[in-house]
């Protein structure tokens, strides 16, 4: 119950295309969707994030989807570009109040590739 | 502006020997403080988490240890490492809240 189930693994896109990656939960304390993105042998980085009572945040060329009955999120670029080439992961956390709080439960993550 | 630090960068041990990496953070207090690990350059697991000074949070059993001495740093031990301790370990902080930011991690591999 506490797994996000991350697709697809690898995504390969041209530059302009807009690669979708999709998460999806069972957890339903989850209330917190974070998005981050990993250049090779660096940290993490906090790209956007989303809460559940809003079904569509868009920060830049990035946008996130929410469906909250079907327990799902996906990560949008639009206008992709090669240096958008990383490692995406999504993540979920629970409510506040709980001893979990804060504690970031993250998919498997997909390598994106975006060929000039 | 808040930072967090890791190091170091890269280490290699030896089997059998002991580790000892740091984080600390600046510009915020009494943040939350995290070790994951990240293996094969995918998928990152918690191991341990911390609230404050000397509490800590175990996620999974291992061969590790982590430890808060004081309030902005957080340390990550072992008394003998295994090979499959190699990886990819990121400190992380979030404060009172679950936006997490994470260090540039240390690339540690066991021979």
């Known amino acids: 119950q506490q797994q996000v189930k991350q697709s697809p693994q690898s995504l390969i896109v041209q530059k302009g295309g807009i690669p979708i990656i999709n998460c999806a939960y069972e957890?339903?304390?989850?209330?917190?969707f974070p998005w981050y993105q990993q250049f090779p042998g660096k940290g993490p980085a906090l790209l956007i994030a989303?809460?559940?009572?809003?079904s569509e945040k868009k920060e830049g060329r990035f946008t996130i989807s929410f469906n909250k009955s079907a327990k799902q999120f996906s990560l949008h670029i639009m206008d992709s570009q090669p240096g958008d080439s990383a490692t995406y992961f999504c993540?979920?956390?629970?409510?506040?109040?709980?001893?979990?709080?804060?504690?970031?439960?993250f998919g498997q993550g997909t390598i994106l590739t975006v060929h000039p | 502006s808040q930072t967090i630090h890791q190091w170091p960068a890269t280490l290699v041990q030896p089997v059998g020997s002991p580790l000892s990496l740091e984080c600390t953070v600046e510009?915020?207090?009494?943040?939350?403080l995290y070790w994951y690990r990240q293996a094969a350059g995918r998928g990152l697991q918690l191991l341990f988490y911390?609230?404050?000074?000397?509490?800590i949070s175990s996620e999974v059993p291992q061969n590790l240890s982590a430890s808060r001495p004081q309030d902005r740093q957080f340390i990550l031990s072992s008394k003998k490492l295994l090979l499959s301790d190699s990886g990819f370990y990121l400190c992380?902080?979030?404060?009172?809240?679950?936006?997490?930011?994470f260090g540039q991690g240390t690339r540690l591999t066991v021979v």
């Open positions: 911390s609230v404050g000074i000397g509490q």
């Open positions: 989303i809460r559940p009572d809003v």
């Open positions: 957890n339903t304390a989850f209330d917190y």
């Open positions: 992380a902080w979030s404060w009172r809240g679950q936006e997490a930011f």
């Open positions: 993540a979920a956390s629970p409510s506040a109040g709980g001893t979990s709080y804060g504690k970031l439960t």
């Open positions: 510009g915020t207090s009494n943040p939350n």
